[in-house]
């Protein structure tokens, strides 16, 4: 028995130590999108501040919704949530709102980005990071391309890799025939569908995790794919063409907020701080090439940001109706 | 003396039954109780009785989608068998220290995560791949050939993954079967066609059985597979629950195809023992 009680004591040590070897540390919990920022950054916030960054990472909205709302309130301080994402997180009522007095690097942020339609005041989030659907090509095998019509195309025959995104995929279809990217009329969607018939032959894959390899191989010729993928692949590849397409694109903004239990609010504050600093915008658009929302260190004139913004949109949360894409996607496959 | 070792046997299976309990049967409960839900729009669940989402699974396209991960799994099974009980017999002929060897290469793979050896297919599949460039080198193709992000991918994929599952069982049945008895067979004049026909397969017809089973319904949810090596242009019931779960935000959807998913299997160990098989067979290995 001895034994046994030996082994029960070092079982409550163990638990014991685990609940408060943290208490005198200075943390901060965050959780955000997978390579999106260089561990760097994350190291060296921790240098010059003391405070340790307990990182996790997701990998879709819907999954980091889902690690907010089943672990104990105060688990996560800060996370980036979509624009859509933000909308429904304020409001389910798990953000707490932004104090701007807080934060000294508040005015790098470009105008163009703020007062976005999922929360028009900037009260609980910030943009951090700007992605967009592009068409990305190599010029030396495809002709000009500027639209998803032209896509379709005969000799384009399992030339095309698209994003594993039922939203942005039908999304795209749907721009294709002029209408919204969160239209969700039955009868639209069967003329998504019908476009995509038509396309399905020049689809080579769909993909998400990587779709700038395909590119990068030559698997395919076209993609339609993030912007920093897109970025990344013509680095790669000078004869890669990225259009942002004419009938539209989608649009994610990915964002700082503070959740509502979060119990390191000081420290969420100096970790966006930091992140919002020019120098440190700049390593991270250099690794991940996002459009930054930094002014200074941002690669585009207003202009050219200001129609970024007015010719993409942003997908929304469409509620119930996620079904029929749902149905759809599963029919397209 | 008598106490002593019931106590123990109770000590020790404590943590068997505790790890039944809490980690397979308390979440095969929890996602029943959440199929028999409604979804909300933000992804969270009404908790009202609705039979919604089983009558759901009968719309035609998911129809669709079980019928071709049947399909897929019945491939992938048939090419197993055809691959591994050659192999299973050709190893009884070999001297022991080989056919251990043989048989723990192929094992090796388990040492490395599935999902990492199927990005590495890419590498030796793809247009650019290892394979096509090797063919195209020796003059023996002109264009490269379509070996993945199609269904060929997808099968290849599955076959490579899964078959280890049907290799050991059926070498495990195969071993048992009687030397003499084969050596009768080929003495009384049978060919080697007849000799596997009329005695090693209803010999080994539950290892045989028991592999199919632990490859056929891995390869209905195999979802990283068809991502990966079919390009995400085909849907498995496996890609369809894990859909439900993230982006359609549909979790009483998905908890109701992972319980169908379920019985078809119950089903499958029901035709199993039908066919006169053991469970205790079932628990694999050698």
């Known amino acids: 028995m001895k034994k046994y009680k030996l082994l029960i004591i070092f079982v409550c040590l163990l638990l014991l130590t685990g609940c408060t070897s943290n208490k005198n540390k200075q943390v901060v919990n965050v959780l955000n999108w997978s390579s999106y920022i260089p561990d760097e950054v994350i190291k060296d916030f921790e240098k010059e501040t003391g405070i340790k960054v307990n990182y996790g990472t997701y990998s879709s909205n819907e999954e980091l919704l889902a690690k907010l709302s089943s672990s104990k309130d105060g688990t996560y301080d800060v996370v980036f949530p979509s624009d859509y994402m933000v909308e429904l997180m304020i409001n389910k009522n798990m953000l707490q709102k932004l104090d701007i007095s807080r934060l000294s690097t508040y005015k790098n942020i470009d105008k163009v980005f703020l007062k976005q339609s999922y929360d028009k005041t900037n009260s609980y989030s910030l943009p951090f990071l700007l992605a967009t659907s592009v068409i990305a090509y190599n010029r030396e095998n495809v002709n000009d391309i500027y639209d998803y019509k032209d896509l379709v195309r005969e000799d384009y025959k399992n030339d095309i890799v698209l994003l594993d995104d039922e939203r942005i995929t039908i999304g795209a279809f749907l721009q294709a025939l002029g209408y919204d990217i969160n239209d969700y009329n039955d009868e639209h969607l069967e003329e998504a569908y019908e476009f995509y018939s038509s396309l399905k032959d020049n689809i080579k894959a769909f993909d998400s995790d990587s779709p700038k390899s395909f590119l990068m191989t030559n698997e395919t010729n076209i993609g339609v794919l993030w912007n920093a993928e897109a970025i990344l692949a013509k680095d790669h590849n000078p004869n890669i063409v990225i259009v942002y397409p004419r009938s539209g694109y989608a649009l994610s903004m990915d964002n700082y907020v503070i959740t509502k239990g979060s119990t390191n609010v000081d420290n969420a504050y100096k970790f966006i701080d930091y992140l919002l600093r020019d120098e440190v915008c700049q390593k991270i658009i250099d690794d991940y090439p996002y459009i930054s929302t930094n002014k200074n260190t941002s690669n585009y004139s207003d202009e050219e940001l200001k129609e970024i913004l007015n010719n993409g949109s942003y997908i929304k949360n469409v509620g119930e109706n996620i079904k029929r894409f749902d149905r759809l996607w599963a029919k397209m496959k | ?286």
């Open chain 2, 1 to 286: 003396m008598n106490k002593k070792s019931s106590l123990e046997k109770y000590l020790f299976t404590i943590p068997v039954i505790v790890y039944s309990l809490l980690l397979i049967l308390l979440p095969i409960l929890y996602v029943l109780l959440i199929s028999f839900f409604k979804s909300d729009s933000y992804g969270g669940m009404i908790y009202t009785f609705t039979l919604s989402n089983y009558a759901e699974i009968f719309n035609i396209t998911y129809i669709k989608i079980f019928l071709k991960s049947i399909g897929i799994a019945l491939i992938t099974t048939t090419i197993c068998l055809f691959i591994a009980y050659p192999f299973a017999i050709s190893l009884m002929s070999k001297k022991e220290t080989t056919r251990n060897l043989l048989i723990k290469l192929v094992m090796v793979p388990f040492l490395t995560n599935s999902l990492i050896r199927t990005y590495g297919w890419i590498v030796l599949l793809r247009k650019n791949g290892i394979i096509n460039s090797g063919l195209l080198g020796l003059g023996l193709i002109h264009d490269p050939l379509s070996l993945m992000y199609n269904n060929l991918g997808i099968i290849i994929g599955m076959v490579y993954t899964l078959l280890p599952f049907m290799i050991l069982p059926v070498y495990s049945a195969v071993s048992k079967v009687d030397r003499n008895l084969i050596e009768a067979s080929y003495d009384l004049g049978a060919s080697k066609i007849k000799t596997f026909t009329k005695v090693y397969l209803p010999l080994t017809i539950s290892g045989a059985f028991n592999g199919s089973l632990m490859v056929f319904i891995p390869a209905i949810g195999y979802f990283f597979i068809t991502d990966i090596l079919g390009g995400g242009k085909i849907m498995i019931i496996g890609n369809l629950i894990k859909n439900q779960f993230l982006t359609a935000r549909n979790w009483p959807f998905g908890a109701a195809i992972s319980i169908f998913l379920i019985i078809m299997t119950l089903l499958l160990v029901r035709v199993y023992k039908g066919l006169g098989g053991k469970m205790d067979d079932l628990g694999g290995g050698m």
